[in-house]
């Protein structure tokens, strides 16, 4: 890695750069021998052999449907699918594993949880005298189901504001939570400001007027311990593409009690208890919430990310992707004209950066990048609300995970020299 004067030094703290063999992507050579400098994990995670192996095993051993099979590789896909939800259950430290139902993605299972309470009676029922909560910093998944909830029942949809540094404007807090409110739903990590949310104080504010809490943990979980009961939320939902896990597996983390008392929202085969044609009785949580064939081998895969993060350790992790993003905030802020979008600093945020160079469109930035092998996002990362509020068309974003390394923000920064001097 070339130090040059006057600049920070790589930090300490990181993680063994063996780890990187384990993802064979990372060894890919692309645009006239340039080696991938991958950085945007926030959107997917690369995949070990580890996770990839289970994979291959399973299709080419264990492939067969779940639950109804009485044959011997039926039960062995059996074993592995609710073995992976007893994975996720101990990873979170769920309080029994029938609270873990299995998704294709984190933004169904914020779906899930709309549908339900728009179906649900009371106590739980979204309906046109209550109010629903949420923030401008949120991902699409997190506002789109609710808007399609208010417009449906005629509830109002609240939010929080953001601050000129890219946190929660919690100012008004007792204004925005109220007595109508039914349910607040907020993201812990923001996937386009990095920013990490106040997690005690917006829940506290909820528990005082009966509120449910539902917490989108999509940026949290690959990166930090994640303990739903230390979060004291009504629900939590995740992706397993994020983890280093496979793509078309999320999860959603709900209370025994709710999942007991709420409707289901999507019907059909393994969700039912008894089926007549004038009725049907339904099957209990996490079943009753999983309608169909799931997602087996995504399942597995998930299992076993959640085995390799585990062996690792959530606290490393953590301490490696802070050092690296305390090192790239010192890096980026280097680079003339750059201007972070949201908080210049390490502390309280996740390994997600989003900028803007000068007045070069970031569709331009990430081009330029990508001929020199960096991997970068660039438009409004599903967080359209969020360039509204900072007057901006677009941000570029690097993201690091356990596996970036001081020498590929190096890269970044040097490839943005090169875009400063590409564009003039």
Not at 272 to 289: D, G, L, N, R, W
Not at 390 to 404: K, Q, W
Request: charged share 20%; hydrophobic share 40%; glycine share 8%.
């Amino acid at each position: 890695m070339t130090q040059l004067p006057g600049l920070p030094t790589a930090p300490g703290r990181l993680l063994d750069e063996a780890i990187r063999k384990d993802f064979p992507i990372l060894d890919r050579v692309i645009h006239d021998g340039k080696k991938l400098v991958y950085l945007d994990s926030a959107a997917t995670s690369q995949k070990p052999r580890q996770v990839l192996d289970a994979l291959s095993e399973y299709y080419e051993q264990h492939n067969a449907n779940v639950h109804r099979g009485v044959y011997t590789i039926a039960e062995e896909a059996t074993a592995l699918y609710e073995g992976a939800r007893d994975k996720v259950a101990a990873f979170i430290n769920a309080p029994s594993r029938d609270e873990v139902i299995f998704t294709k993605n984190a933004s169904e299972s914020l779906n899930l949880v709309a549908n339900m309470l728009g179906w649900a009676d009371e106590p739980y029922r979204v309906d046109h005298e209550t109010e629903i909560v949420t923030t401008e910093m949120e991902h699409h998944s997190n506002i789109v189901p609710w808007q399609l909830l208010a417009q449906r029942t005629g509830a109002k949809l609240k939010w929080f504001g953001i601050t000129d540094d890219g946190r929660l404007d919690l100012s008004n807090i007792d204004e925005i939570i109220t007595e109508k409110t039914k349910i607040v739903s907020f993201v812990l990590v923001s996937n386009i400001l990095g920013t990490q949310n106040p997690v005690e104080t917006i829940v506290r504010r909820a528990q005082e007027v009966g509120a449910l809490v539902c917490i989108d943990a999509s940026q949290a979980a690959p990166h930090q311990v994640l303990d739903v009961q230390a979060l004291q939320a009504d629900f939590v939902a995740f992706t397993g593409h994020k983890m280093v896990g496979p793509t078309g597996i999320g999860v959603l983390w709900g209370r025994q009690e709710l999942l007991e008392d709420l409707p289901p929202f999507l019907g059909g085969g393994e969700m039912i208890e008894t089926v007549s044609m004038h009725s049907s009785t339904y099957a209990p949580a996490p079943h009753k919430f999983e309608a169909g064939t799931p997602p087996i081998a995504q399942a597995v895969g998930l299992g076993a990310a959640v085995d390799y993060l585990s062996a690792i350790g959530m606290e490393r992790i953590a301490a490696h992707e802070h050092a690296i993003t305390e090192y790239a905030v010192k890096r980026l802020l280097e680079v003339p004209d750059l201007r972070i979008i949201g908080p210049e600093t390490a502390e309280d945020r996740g390994a997600t950066i989003s900028f803007t160079l000068g007045d070069i469109h970031p569709h331009d930035v990430g081009q330029v990048l990508d001929e020199q092998g960096i991997a970068v996002r660039v438009g409004h990362h599903c967080a359209r609300p969020v360039c509204l509020r900072y007057g901006i068309p677009a941000t570029t974003r690097a993201s690091f995970y356990l596996y970036s390394t001081p020498a590929e923000v190096d890269a970044l920064v040097e490839g943005l020299e090169h875009v400063r001097n590409f564009f003039g």
